[in-house]
């Protein structure tokens, strides 16, 4: 007995040998998970600037990165806009005084490449010329694998957060605080708000938020407000946009898109051109003193080419 026992002993450390490696694999792959699930804590205190008001339905929060290397600061809060990218969007809930979304990363090209810092960025985005602002992020919040097809998700938690470059994170007292900023969208962008919605619709992002798009036309409120549109009612002033041809031989032509005299000094209008929907390319913007439009001038040759307008408060 004495020497089966003994035999046996090593076949048993063999198979939990064997067990503990198998555990320690699916512990170490779920790293690399590319769904990502980032929240904050439910039922927590998250204030305002002031310290005393508590965070409500306007706020929305983003989970992104900035472009070309771009480093964010307190003191360049009116480039943030121009360099961010955001992977996901989603609403806070005043009643339960949370945020909570999930997302699939699918590339890790620039700017979510490995490794490399996320951000989750909140802001009040009907207040205009003070809006309230936090940004955060971790140590912890890196880019994982894209689309590897592991089952584990990455978790990133607001009470994580080691830095804040902006507002507040994990006070004494609360869990966020945002800050105010002088953003330059100055009272004309506020009048529009207040002209187009009303007080509920203000206190609704997804209403009134300048990305978002309520009469499902395909320009969202920022474009709206540039080119004159109504955000209540499908119209055509994005259709307004002229097209001229310039050149026969080189396919050249220009495209005009209307701007308001309002938006004419806060917003930027840029156009992108791209030949496989991946990489993007700016195309030179034309401004002609005393008119109330932007020009695009465009020669594409025997390329095929993609284009798309985007807008963004300078």
Same mark, same amino acid.
């Given at each position: 007995?004495?020497?089966?026992?003994?035999?046996?002993?090593?076949?048993?450390?063999?198979?939990?040998?064997?067990?503990?490696?198998?555990?320690?694999?699916?512990?170490?792959?779920?790293?690399?998970?590319?769904?990502?699930?980032?929240?904050?804590?439910?039922?927590?205190?998250?204030?305002?600037?002031?310290?005393?008001?508590?965070?409500?339905?306007?706020?929305?929060?983003?989970?992104? $990165?900035?472009?070309?290397?771009?480093?964010?600061?307190?003191?360049?809060?009116?480039?943030?806009?121009?360099?961010?990218?955001?992977?996901?969007?989603?609403?806070?809930?005043?009643?339960?005084?949370?945020?909570?979304?999930?997302?699939?990363?699918?590339?890790?090209?620039?700017?979510?490449?490995?490794?490399? $810092?996320?951000?989750?960025?909140?802001?009040?985005?009907?207040?205009?010329?003070?809006?309230?602002?936090?940004?955060?992020?971790?140590?912890?919040?890196?880019?994982?694998?894209?689309?590897?097809?592991?089952?584990?998700?990455?978790?990133?938690?607001?009470?994580?957060?080691?830095?804040?470059?902006?507002?507040?994170?994990?006070?004494?007292?609360?869990?966020?605080?945002?800050?105010?900023?002088?953003?330059?969208?100055?009272?004309?962008?506020?009048?529009?708000?207040?002209?187009?919605?009303?007080?509920?619709?203000?206190?609704?992002?997804?209403?009134?938020?300048?990305?978002?798009?309520?009469?499902?036309?395909?320009?969202?409120?920022?474009?709206?407000?540039?080119?004159?549109?109504?955000?209540?009612?499908?119209?055509?002033?994005?259709?307004?946009?002229?097209?001229?041809?310039?050149?026969?031989?080189?396919?050249?032509?220009?495209?005009?898109?209307?701007?308001?005299?309002?938006?004419?000094?806060?917003?930027?209008?840029?156009?992108?051109?791209?030949?496989?929907?991946?990489?993007?390319?700016?195309?030179?913007?034309?401004?002609?003193?005393?008119?109330?439009?932007?020009?695009?001038?465009?020669?594409?040759?025997?390329?095929?080419?993609?284009?798309?307008?985007?807008?963004?408060?300078?």
């Amino acid at each position: 007995m004495g020497t089966l026992n003994n035999a046996s002993f090593p076949m048993t450390g063999i198979r939990l040998f064997v067990l503990f490696l198998v555990c320690l694999s699916g512990v170490s792959t779920g790293a690399f998970a590319s769904q990502i699930n980032w929240r904050s804590s439910i039922a927590a205190t998250n204030l305002t600037s002031d310290g005393t008001t508590l965070m409500n339905g306007s706020f929305e929060f983003q989970l992104g $990165s900035f472009t070309n290397g771009f480093l964010p600061t307190a003191e360049n809060v009116s480039e943030w806009d121009g360099h961010w990218q955001a992977l996901d969007t989603t609403a806070y809930n005043q009643t339960t005084r949370f945020f909570s979304s999930s997302v699939l990363l699918t590339t890790n090209a620039s700017p979510f490449a490995l490794g490399t $810092s996320g951000y989750i960025w909140g802001r009040n985005k009907i207040q205009g010329a003070d809006n309230e602002w936090i940004l955060m992020r971790s140590v912890r919040w890196r880019w994982p694998v894209a689309n590897n097809g592991v089952a584990f998700p990455v978790e990133w938690e607001v009470d994580e957060s080691t830095i804040a470059i902006l507002g507040e994170a994990n006070g004494a007292n609360f869990q966020m605080k945002s800050a105010r900023v002088e953003t330059g969208n100055s009272n004309a962008a506020d009048d529009w708000l207040a002209a187009h919605f009303t007080a509920a619709q203000l206190a609704d992002p997804s209403v009134s938020g300048w990305d978002a798009d309520p009469d499902k036309d395909g320009s969202h409120n920022l474009l709206e407000f540039t080119t004159g549109g109504d955000p209540l009612k499908i119209d055509s002033e994005i259709s307004a946009t002229t097209w001229s041809q310039t050149n026969p031989a080189t396919k050249g032509f220009t495209l005009k898109l209307p701007v308001t005299p309002a938006a004419r000094d806060l917003v930027a209008v840029k156009m992108q051109f791209s030949t496989t929907l991946k990489v993007w390319l700016p195309l030179p913007a034309q401004e002609t003193p005393g008119e109330n439009s932007v020009s695009f001038s465009v020669t594409p040759g025997n390329a095929s080419l993609y284009y798309r307008l985007a807008v963004a408060f300078k």
